[in-house]
């Protein structure tokens, strides 16, 4: 199918299809006529990148996995296992950001919150 009907079809614009494909995300051949021609399963491929990105997925990191999945004898326990690792990757940024939170807390009213805090004496 041209790039306009994947378009259509994805609910994507040529430009990001266009994107997709120069980093390697789809494959279209070209026809004579310099025409992009896409093979029909890139539909459900561009819904499964779309899903992968909502879920907290990098381009990179969906196009690093695709193969793995696309070969895996058993879809469904490896993308398990591509979900738990994005859970403690997760997790691991959400006390990231907790720390930083509380870091931002004690500088209020600080007077120079940019500036090197002063730990607290010992007691």
């Known amino acids: 199918m041209r790039i306009g009907e994947l378009a259509a079809r994805s609910g994507l614009s040529r430009d990001a299809i266009r994107f997709y494909e120069k980093v390697g995300l789809v494959s279209g051949q070209r026809l004579a006529n310099g025409y992009r021609d896409f093979p029909p399963e890139t539909v459900p491929w561009l819904e499964y990148v779309r899903t992968a990105q909502t879920l907290g997925f990098s381009l990179a990191e969906i196009a690093r996995t695709g193969e793995e999945l696309r070969d895996a004898p058993d879809t469904a326990q490896a993308l398990s296992a591509l979900f738990e690792a994005k859970i ?18 004690a500088r209020v009213g600080s007077g120079c919150p940019l500036g090197a805090r002063t730990p607290a004496p010992a007691g």
Do not use: P
């Not at 691991?92 to 509380?102: E, G, I, K, S, V």
């Open 88 to 105: 403690k990757v997760v997790d691991a940024r959400m006390t990231q950001l907790a720390d930083l939170r509380a870091e931002l807390q």
